[in-house]
């Protein structure tokens, strides 16, 4: 399955934590390309019941890469697509 057609099918369990995963170094450009098929920015993950945003806030603050991952940029690419802390959990 590509990740076009995991989006495509609504498929949480292949979306949510590739988004969840946003947090790592290559952030930005995982975040941009999963941005650019649409992925849905408010789907929540069923381990600790994260959003993308949530996770990319939280990576901010105590993620590995926080020094040098592009954490702004990413936030900001998920909420230029529709991402709220409105949706926090």
């Known amino acids: 399955m590509t990740l076009k057609e995991a989006i495509d099918s609504g498929s949480r369990i292949a979306v949510a934590p590739a988004l969840q995963r946003c ?5 930005l450009e995982m975040a941009a390309a999963l941005l650019r098929y649409h992925a849905p920015v408010h789907v929540t993950e069923t381990d600790f019941n994260g959003t993308p945003l949530s996770w990319a806030e939280h990576g901010a603050e105590h993620g590995w890469y926080r020094a040098s991952g592009d ?11 529709g991402a709220s802390r409105r949706d926090r959990p």
């Open 71 to 81: 954490y702004p940029g990413t936030i900001a690419a998920l909420v230029g697509a």
């Open 23 to 27: 947090r790592c170094p290559l952030l």
